[in-house]
């Protein structure tokens, strides 16, 4: 069975940085993992995922700022934000699903992979 527990969310201010972490189990040894957010009034937004055969893809709008790693003794999934803007605001969920060998994982379809955490609340103000 699967758990995700995100954490390390809060406020902070335009051009700042925060760390989030998800602590994962159950994982298989080939999936898809990443993050989501969705902001007040609007739809989720996949932001980035990570394969397990290391690939990365990242929403356009968060290239160069955002990072994702994993840490797999720690069994820890990371998102290093960088140069937040107020428009990053919204509940960050952390995401992840079994890959079908050979298939790729893409930022966009993080919304859908069927395991999620219960989401931490990340602010920019301006």
């Known amino acids: 069975q699967v758990q995700l527990v995100e954490s390390g969310g809060g406020s902070v201010q335009a051009g700042g940085s925060l760390r989030l972490s998800c602590a994962f189990s159950g994982i298989p040894s080939s999936y898809c993992m990443g993050w989501f957010r969705q902001a007040p009034g609007k739809g989720r937004e996949g932001i980035v995922v990570l394969s397990s055969d290391g690939t990365k893809d990242y929403r356009e709008s968060v290239k160069g700022r955002f990072t994702i790693s994993r840490d797999g003794a720690k069994k820890t999934l990371y998102l290093q934000m960088n140069l937040l803007k107020p428009e990053d605001t919204g509940m960050y969920y952390c995401?992840?699903?079994?890959?079908?060998?050979?298939?790729?994982?893409?930022?966009?379809?993080?919304?859908?992979?069927?395991?999620r955490g219960q989401g931490t609340q990340v602010t920019v103000s301006s």
């Open positions: 995401a992840a699903d079994f890959r079908r060998p050979g298939s790729p994982c893409f930022a966009t379809n993080v919304i859908t992979l069927d395991n």
